[in-house]
């Protein structure tokens, strides 16, 4: 049985280990933001001109904002905040008015956000409602002794700090429905061969989530991340994004680092701690940490990609997906937005 | 700023150094498994000779029951399993039948399982009805392709596999009742000062959580927590106990981690997988790795202790509270079982 395992490890390992992109930077920026959209089968055949043309230009909004924000001394924390607000009112990305479709027909979203200069954190899960769930996961941070919220009742009590709700029409868009009614068709001849479905989740075109991390003008860095999770998924299914080590993570001594990808193999890898472990621990720079993380997620066969920055303004952006939203900008002014 | 830096650690070391209280050994062990039931204001004066034996009893029995089925060569992870149930099904802790109560006048419960041989997890959260929320646990690790499952749909699926679900009336203890009730009438007092109650929680008696981690006879480990959470805790709140990386941690490579304590530091702390790290890329022991991860969360303000045994049989069991509930009992026939 191990035999095998390992026989299809050395496989899964042989076929996707040519397939790791990244792209990174090393500026000694004074304030620098990366953000993700997502990793998946991002192909730029799939897309017609206009439809490439509107995710540039929406990434590139969001990236426009938080430098700005950035520039007038805003801090690492709220401007992971205000850009992922940016993207979760985009019907483009699996987050917020995007959101896919769990098999119960709610948008079940979820979203935490770190600050690295105290450690500090905030998570929300299986919110159905929250028009920002990234907003939620900072008051959480801020208004609560605790740091980890599910469902309704984090709802309710969201709202009393000014948490805007709204109700689902806001959150059907055309393709997330789509790919629900689809998804639930599979379903149906696939009934109850659950072990099967992550594979299903793992070949599938996206995996939609939103993600950016910061340095600010201070020295301090802070990661955020907010997805509506898997299309179809069921039985209260929590992802990467919400767990702080999995899906997201920050520290000054290390890096800030945002996931996306199949959760459930980032929370194995407990991926965005170990980006920043290997730095705090092994001495590794942020680009050689993000590589070896990743390598181990290939070993456990997941998918997906991350971004990740360090207080110098060093960041990566790596995938082993065929592409991954993805942009940057900095305090030289420089702004790119990528997609393949 | 290094500097000073180190400064403050030297200060906080040498202020703290005297609360941390631990038990550790290095046997070279065959198999090993070590326990806790909570770390707390545990002290011998709060004990009637009955109390302190009836405590006793359970955790030696548990031991006793888990050394025997790694001496028949049981998995590590099955013999985790097995152990915790038997602290589930105990009123004395908090966990399972032993479970406190959430505002809404119902127990919430949390668990997670992790197999160091392969990184493979489960955990729960938020469910209500199930008997042993730990093989709840185990069976999103073997049985779904997912790792973190959520409340009532999370128990509908798990009973597909076996799991036996209670009624309100079998978790209703008197002890976990008066402590609802105290903590109702208090937060009465303390009604919408959220932001305080940390405290109050962080000062409390106990941390209520029972825990495990094994070494067996093919070298592999595992660990696992279990929980009923903080009494009177609100807006759907979950703790570290089912988070990979907070409250369980278990991987071949390092070591296997379960902790207890006020949730929200360890969450923040990514504790369970700090001491991981410090073995993996530190290339620190396990005794130095606990330390290390024990002063970070204290430096956060945080209370509790942990269980951690790595794959040559060494373990360590250590805590900030004045006592923890904790045993070990190893290849050699050697069982202990301690309180303060």
Redesign the interface.
Known sequence: MLKV?ISILFIVIATISCAVKKDKGSLNNNYALVIHGGAGNIVKKNFTQAKENEYRTTLNEALSKGIEKLKQGESAVKVVELVIKQLENSPLFNAGKGSVYSN?GKQMMDASIMDGKD???G?V??VTNIKNPISAARVVKD????????????Q??CVKYGIELEDASYFKTSRSWKQYQRALKKDNLLLDH??????E?NESKKYGTVGCVVLDKQGNIAAGTSTGGLTN???????DSP????GT?ADNASCAVSCTGV??FF????VA??IS??M???K?KLDEAGKLSMEKLEK?GGKGGFIAIDKNGNYTMMYNTKGMYRGYANSKGEITVSLF
Chains 1, 2 share one sequence.
Request: proline share 2%; net charge negative; hydrophobic share 25%.
């Open positions: 395992k119960n450690l500090s954190c998570s899960a299986g208004e609560t002794p605790h740091v980890f919220l599910y469902g309704e009742e984090c309710d009590f659950d072990q099967g479905s992550i594979n989740y998924k069921k039985h209260g299914r929590i992802g767990v702080i080590g999995a993570y959760g459930e929370i194995r890898g407990t701690r170990d472990a290997q705090e621990f092994g590794k456990l």
